[in-house]
């Protein structure tokens, strides 16, 4: 396939969404190391069970192989990366270059993060770039994309091709805020969120009320983030020690009531109920299924939820 035409071509993604087709989205954790056959092992679990995958940039602000480099190898197993980029590594001479590079090989789908801060990570001395936030960084590829100018004002000769994503917390205080940054965000020209894992359901139900009440949701495309729990400690932990994390006493309390041995069957069970929910939910036009080190269970998730088969375009 030639350069041209990757160029040019919407991302898999983008038809599903503006097909109507409830969108179903997963993420693949590069690893610590140099082993390409541990991102393919990865990837044959995805393929056929989502739309895109996103694919992590230095997550937990560790050092992991980077995100184009393992967009490049799912592309090779027929997958569709949803290639991520943090603020936190990068001034903005690097953040256009790699943009270049990535739409020239063939990466349709960018996630733009601010990037968690590097004192939580394994390099905490590291020296935190945040040259751009992640809004400003939504608007400089829309100005790549669509004006085909660089941020100093410079035209591109063959702008990228980039369907342009960003992330929403609607967990995070102060809650009012919530759908005022997702607000700056559409408007600085992201064309689909992916939001925080949910476990609070109510929370989220009146989130997506406020965005529809102002118009939001027919402007962006909202996938739901959702994360299966494979344990009681996952949960203590996500409850009591993740920023920005609400998970309701109800949660752990169900987990606790599961049989011996089946603990991580109620967590899929309580995933896939969500699923059905967000289906049904005005303003929400798919899930982002986030299983983490948990790839090989999203065939089984993917068929409990109903999501299967996935729309397929030429």
């Known amino acids: 396939m030639s350069t041209e035409t990757h160029s040019n071509s919407s991302s898999n993604l983008e038809k ?17 190391g140099t082993d390409a056959g541990e991102v393919r092992e990865k990837a ?10 996103n694919i992590t940039d230095n997550q937990t602000a560790v050092v992991r192989m980077s995100s ?14 949803n290639y991520q980029m943090v603020c936190r590594d990068r001034n903005r001479l690097a953040m256009q270059g790699d943009i270049l590079g990535a739409s020239a090989l063939g990466i349709r789908n960018m996630l733009c993060l601010s990037g968690d801060h590097q ?25 790549m994309r669509d004006d085909g100018r660089f941020l100093s004002g410079g035209e591109i ?40 894992c949910i476990y609070n359901m109510e929370r989220f ?10 118009g939001l949701t027919e402007n962006v495309y909202i996938l739901a983030g959702v994360t299966p729990m494979k344990s009681i400690g996952m949960a203590r932990y996500m409850k009591g020690k993740v920023p920005g994390m609400d998970v309701p006493e109800e949660i752990i309390e169900r987990l606790k009531g599961a049989e011996k041995g089946k603990v991580a069957d109620e967590g899929i069970k309580i995933a ?43």
Request: proline content about 7%; hydrophobic content about 45%; aromatic content about 10%.
């Open 68 to 81: 184009w480099a393992a967009s490049l190898l799912i592309i090779e197993e027929g997958l569709e990366p």
């Open 272 to 314: 896939c109920e969500q699923v059905e929910e967000f289906k049904e939910m005005k303003g929400v036009h798919g899930v982002h299924m986030m299983a983490i080190e948990w790839e090989h269970k999203v065939p089984e998730i993917a068929e409990l939820a109903k999501v299967l088969p996935r729309p397929v375009f030429d």
């Open 119 to 143: 004192q939580f990570g394994d390099h905490p001395d590291a020296k935190g770039v945040f040259d751009l936030d992640s809004t400003q960084l939504i608007a400089m590829v829309k100005q």
């Open 16 to 32: 599903v969404l503006k097909a109507g087709e409830f969108a179903f989205t997963g993420e693949l954790g590069p690893p610590q």
């Open 157 to 196: 000769e063959h702008p990228p091709k980039m369907f342009i994503g960003a992330a929403s917390n609607p967990f995070a205080e102060p809650y009012e805020w919530r759908v005022d940054r997702l607000a700056k965000k559409i408007a600085a020209g992201a064309d689909f969120i992916q939001t925080q």
């Open 205 to 214: 139900r009146e989130f997506v009320h406020v965005a529809n009440e102002e």
């Open 44 to 53: 044959r679990f995805l393929k056929g069970n989502v739309d895109s995958v």
